[in-house]
């Protein structure tokens, strides 16, 4: 497992802007997918972005596909996920997490061993 730090959250009016960042311990086998889950409250978690470190790929949920971005830096311990167009639903608590490179694409938060503490996003319309 790594350790994993978010931060970025906040609050910001539908239609702004938020970066969050993710920073990992460490570039391990056990981290070469890194993602973002997000959780609403009484609303159950979900997959919102992934990025295999190794081949590149990048994975969206289908609601943030076009306003989202997922990037990483150089030394592959740290993700960003560049929040644009915000909107009212995506008022939750975001997750970063990190798992092996099988663990891309699948949204299944068991597959993912290291998470982080949470940071929340409020968007208000």
């Known amino acids: 497992q790594v350790q994993l730090v978010e931060s970025g959250g906040g609050s910001v009016q539908a239609g702004g802007s938020l970066r969050l960042s993710c920073a990992a311990s460490?570039?391990?086998?056990?981290?070469?997918?890194m993602a973002w889950f997000r959780q609403a409250p009484g609303k159950e978690r979900e997959g919102v972005a992934a990025?295999?470190?190794?081949?590149?790929?990048?994975y969206y949920a289908d609601s943030v596909k076009d306003r989202f971005t997922l990037s990483r830096n150089n030394a592959k311990t740290t993700v960003y996920l560049q929040m644009n167009s915000l909107k009212p639903e995506d008022t939750a608590m975001y997750y970063c997490?990190?798992?092996?490179?099988?663990?891309?694409?699948?949204?299944?938060?068991?597959?993912?061993?290291?998470w982080g503490q949470g940071t929340q996003v409020t968007v208000s319309s």
């Open positions: 990025r295999d470190l190794i081949g590149g790929s990048t």
């Open positions: 460490a570039y391990t086998s056990g981290s070469t997918c």
């Open positions: 997490a990190a798992g092996p490179r099988n663990s891309c694409g699948s949204w299944h938060g068991g597959d993912f061993a290291s």
